[in-house]
DNA sequence: GCTATGAATTCTGTATACAAAATACTTCAG
DNA sequence: CTGAAGTATTTTGTATACAGAATTCATAGC
């Protein structure tokens, strides 16, 4: 038994990531403190410090006196995150080592039709593509910047289960983000970042177009 | 008397960001939270709560069983970070309404200049740099964008106090601000946004020299 | 039957308590 | 005098306690 070295605020603001992944908390919804520091075998004290970092992470609200709910949902929101997360990976792109990125675009050709297994989980799928994006920017020495794109990309998690499946889009994203490669490959760093950008505005509107409307 | 009808988890952090600005706080330094709490006349819960909070702002860290610690400051993290928020500030730009922005250019050329009182407290005059920028992105409607730039620019607090007062380096500050608004008086956004970035990445290097080593 | 009022209950926000980890101090061997 | 070992102290991380705000439910008046 691997003995956790680790607060318990972090361990449990993992749980409750993955609970959101499966899409067990509905958007809008209260979080009844007392119930689910019982439901996960801790006490208020920590859980109340996971909810404040999710809140910092805007993946949950917080009111005086009514405490804490997951934040709403809308397509406008989701077209804002992706955006800012479009210029942040491009900035991140636009500060890696040219060298690096060249190094790693067959990699990333690889990766980007390498599906999963088509009927694999949602999860699974998603993995996929962070893994694709994590990889893009492996190359950036902006701490600072991979770690905000990580704490954007956590809020965004509240989507992903209000995505019904769907190959075709996947396949959009296989073929854009073999665009962005080839694009690296050539050594053609503004056209990647170009292609970029246009994978994620592409990737919004297919993302939105799989939710169902309310 | 205005009773708060506020968390004392955000008072304390406001309080604290007070005191960020004051340099009352040096970087690398332990947070003993008894003793913080007890000056600031309220429990270690709440408090922590706004450590937390700070904590995800980057503003401090955290280890486990050694509780927290004001974030080490850099010159290359101060890059980092400016180069972060020339691209948020580049992309609120460009996803602002142009009419809106032609419309406030003629306040933002008058900002530029209209320096405050030349001999003003440090904090007095970095509030009035923040006062054109809030100018300059508030016709931006992505909300989680502005969010955002609030957030990051949190971070920067740690390293106001650290710079001495110098007049020429406001004075181009002024004069970049000036050209961004003239270019938005001429309606060409984009040249707006490559000045922008000029000022952001010339601020930042202004704004080291004034940071004297170690 | 519906609204308003008030009591009862639930829940949050903050304070306090306590155990375990980390740090500081003391003592002793070499 | 230096370093190690053991003990005392401090400090954190988590649990519990408690007051007050928000909500719910019941009752009374129209």
Redesign the pocket.
């Known amino acids: 038994m691997a003995i956790e070295r680790r ?3 972090d361990q449990i603001r993992e749980e409750l990531l993955k609970r959101l992944d499966r899409g067990d908390f509905a958007a809008g919804t ?6 689910l520091a019982a439901e996960l075998g ?5 859980l ?2 996971a909810l404040i970092t999710l809140a910092g992470e805007r993946i949950l609200e ?7 709910r997951f934040a709403p949902v809308s397509r406008q929101e989701f077209r804002e995150v992706c955006s800012i997360l479009a210029a942040l990976e491009s900035l991140a792109l636009e500060s890696s080592d040219p060298a690096h990125l060249k190094r790693i675009a067959p990699d990333l050709l690889q990766l980007a039709h390498g599906f999963p297994d088509p009927v694999a989980e949602q999860q699974i799928i998603d993995r996929h593509d962070d893994e694709w994006h994590d990889l893009l920017l492996s190359g950036c020495t902006n701490e600072r910047l991979l770690d905000l794109v990580t704490g954007v990309k956590a809020g965004m998690r509240r989507y992903a289960h209000l995505a019904v499946a769907d190959d075709a889009p996947l396949r959009r994203d296989a073929d854009e983000h073999a665009a962005i490669a080839r694009h690296l490959l050539d050594g053609d760093l503004p056209a990647a970042v170009v292609a970029l950008k246009t994978n994620w505005a592409n990737g919004a509107e297919r993302m939105l177009a799989r939710i169902p409307e309310e």
Not at 30 to 35: L, Q, R, T, Y
Not at 42 to 46: A, E, L, Q
Not at 62 to 68: M, P
Request: proline content about 9%.
């Open positions: 607060p318990l605020r209260d979080v009844n403190e007392a119930a801790v006490s208020r004290t920590p109340r410090e917080s009111n005086q006196g009514r405490g804490f």
